[in-house]
């Protein structure tokens, strides 16, 4: 077995999805395992590939590649498959890395498995773990033919510092003249405060219960004291309350945090599968019988007006 995992970046950091990816890749005892950066003045972020399990990282480190197009970067993957003998190629979802997978499915002649939560070895097969029936059942798919392409939900496994360094290798770099006929003209970036969605320890999210947008105060709050990010459900993001990327659930983001604070969430079973891996899962609903207090560490079954402003205050109080 033979794998490459592609790794993205986002400014001068690696997505912490695509870290997770080369973690659970390197559990499956494959000793050849590399990964592959490719962009503007990347070489620097491949030295700390090595700790998350790369033997080998590949850098395509060019100015054609400086914007987020999927053709380029197809290229450069067909490139490394093709010369280094490469059997599996991983993606953690993203815009970008759904692109570059069906671009490379496509070049290839190879099979994609999307939306996958896990990868095992089974009688010396890889099977991808796939959510299907509204997440109610999972799936076994394989592949066959190689290469293998995989698309993981993003946050579908938490990257995994074990030490270790990799070697680095450039890649020489020869691209399509079509894959060069795409201009990114313009590129917009959200303006943010706190950690990102996927990154954050601790989740406060918001959902209907929370009667309107303007009361998303309350969860940004208690979010901002705590240090944590604002989530949401579909409910919210749907009604044009809140931004889709704050969405969890199967349409969604999945997250892991160390904390998930549901605030008027029901806990309807497509919100549940974005966040049921939280550590602790504290809900407030103002409904007993929720289902969301079948999953949850901790229930407060109250007003979330209520209950949510005098929480913000305790952290206050406990931080001050
Ligand atoms: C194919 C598909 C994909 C989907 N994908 C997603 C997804 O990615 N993410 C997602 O979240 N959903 C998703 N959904 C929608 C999902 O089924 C639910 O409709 C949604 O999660 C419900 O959102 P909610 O909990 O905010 O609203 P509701 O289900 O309306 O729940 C509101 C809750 O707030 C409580 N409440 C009301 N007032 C108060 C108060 N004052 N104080 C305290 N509690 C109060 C109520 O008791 C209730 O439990 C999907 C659905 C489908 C069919």
Redesign the pocket.
Known sequence: MSTLVFLEHHGNELSKAGLGVLSKAATLGDSDLSAVIIGTGVRPLADEVGKFGAAKVYVADDQQLDAPLPQPRVDVLAQLVRDQGIDTVLFANSVLAADVAAGLAARLDAGVNWDLTDLVQQDGKLVGKRPAL?DSVYVDVGWTSEPRIALFRSGSFDPNASGGTAEVEDVQLALEDFSTAARMVDQAHEESEGPSIEDAQVIVAG???L?GPENFTLVEELAKALGGAVGA????VDAGWYPYST??????KTVSPKLYIAC?????I??KV?MQSSGVIVA????PN?PIFEFSDLGVV????EVVPKLTELVKQRKG
């Open positions: 509204q959902g209907r219960g009667g459900t579909r409910a919210v969405q969890v659930g199967q349409t969604g008027g969430i029901s806990g309807a497509q919100h974005g407030i609903n103002k409904d929720a109250g007003d979330v007006h």
